[in-house]
């Protein structure tokens, strides 16, 4: 048997379920106080930037609206803006803090589609680095993470606190005004 050591595990084992809204982690993530906790690392009045616990590859988010549904079609047209615009930041925050040479960004849609949390949207963008696979998920079934994600949760959120128009205090999530006007960009 082939052993894998997760000591970061453990935070998921002992969490407070209590928090969680309907079972929602992502209805209890951008509650919580302390963004590195959370790792909520950017945020509008209807969306926000979490990094993926168990990543594909560093700086793995996901973006997400704050109403909870997992119908495309109920999101209103200020959500589905403001979770665009959100989405652009991110791109740029990545670009910045990691350079990737590319992305993976998608939505798992419905029960076939595989997601493993079917009843509130999310976005995914992965950053991809040519040859950033190897050989370990064929041979020995098994992927390796070359960051810590509080590594990444570090290095984004000084990305996006040094966009234009981002507000908040160092070290809390980082806030962006809903119709983004600090950049003039539509």
Known sequence: MD???????IEWVQRD?????????FCA??????????RVVAATDRAFVVLNNYPYN???VLVIPTEHTGAWQDI????????GLLKRR???ALDTAFNPDGYNVGLNLGDASGGSIRDHLHTHIVPRWGGDTNFMPVVGDSKVIVEAVEDSFERLHDAF?????????????VRFDPLD??????
């Open 76 to 83: 209103d047209a200020a959500t589905i803006r403001e979770h």
């Open 161 to 173: 606190a040094a966009q234009e128009g981002a507000l908040g205090e160092p070290g809390a999530t």
């Open 29 to 38: 993530l951008p509650r919580r106080e302390d963004a590195r906790q959370s």
């Open 181 to 186: 006007r600090a950049t003039g960009r539509p």
């Open 90 to 92: 991110t791109i740029d």
């Open 3 to 9: 052993e894998l050591f997760a000591p970061w595990r």
């Open 58 to 60: 560093p700086g793995h």
């Open 17 to 25: 379920s209590s928090e969680l809204q309907d079972g929602c982690p």
